[in-house]
């Protein structure tokens, strides 16, 4: 069953992750979505992590972070949104930006939870 529900809760991170790439526009080309969803994926992340809970609203923790956060976060868009910047500043920029935006928030998450 705890694979089904994986599963399904990666389903519906994915579904999140697209509703807010569809909905949240990019800045002067930055991808704001991406950046957005890993960010919020981590501080999400951090929360449950930092709970040390073994279930999180009546699910296992397997379920939520591997499931729902794995879905809704994305490596690989990420990676092609740094590719398609035109120029190295930015590419640096959209590297970098969400990994120190990810490290603080997952670590806000925790510390709000421990």
Known sequence: MSVLL???????????????????????????????????????????????????????????????????TTFSTWMVDIDHQPTDRRALLVATGPIVAGVIAAALGMAIVG
């Not at 389903?11 to 930055?30: E, F, K, S």
């Not at 957005?36 to 009546?58: C, K, P, Q």
């Open 6 to 72: 994986v599963i399904v809760a990666g389903g519906l991170g994915a579904v999140l992750r697209w509703a807010v790439t569809h909905t949240v526009p990019d800045i002067h080309g930055l991808p704001v979505s991406t950046a957005l969803v890993n960010v919020v994926g981590a501080f999400l992340l951090g929360l449950v992590v930092g709970s040390e809970a073994t279930t999180i609203i009546g699910l296992d923790r397997e379920v939520v972070t591997i499931g729902l956060l794995g879905g809704l």
